[in-house]
């Protein structure tokens, strides 16, 4: 399974971003996807994770209310929809996927993606 994610950026508080996550491979219809992130200095951060049928979705409680996941059910590419970002958000994210038996741990995830820079202004 290969992952390439896009769709980084600059931009203002308060402002969206959408993340994309495209991937590739004859078993990617069984995997789940998950989006983490990374800031300078920090441990990899989980950040939003949705089952291979797409009927399970989990969030950070940072993120609730503001990020959306979709994709999933089998779909090649995987969102995710950024709004009211915040300075805080500023991160490399990064898409995984796998089995992830704990959807929240990193190491349950065998798969990863190139990471995308997300700088949030003030």
């Known amino acids: 399974v290969q992952l390439q994610a896009w769709g980084g950026g600059l931009v203002q508080a308060g402002g969206s971003l959408r993340l994309s996550c495209a991937a590739s491979?004859?078993?990617?219809?069984?995997?789940?996807m998950g989006w983490f992130r990374q800031a300078p200095g920090k441990e990899r951060e989980f950040v939003a994770h949705?089952?291979?049928?797409?009927?399970?979705?989990y969030y950070v409680d940072s993120v609730k209310g503001r990020f959306t996941i979709s994709g999933g059910n089998a779909k090649s590419t995987v969102y995710l929809q950024m709004n009211s970002l915040k300075p805080e958000d500023t991160a490399v994210y990064y898409c995984?996927?796998?089995?992830?038996?704990?959807?929240?741990?990193?190491?349950?995830?065998?798969?990863w993606g190139q990471g995308t820079l997300v700088t949030v202004s003030s």
């Open positions: 491979g004859s078993i990617f219809s069984s995997l789940a």
């Open positions: 995984a996927a796998g089995s992830a038996v704990i959807p929240r741990s990193p190491g349950a995830y065998e798969y």
């Open positions: 949705i089952s291979a049928s797409g009927r399970s979705i």
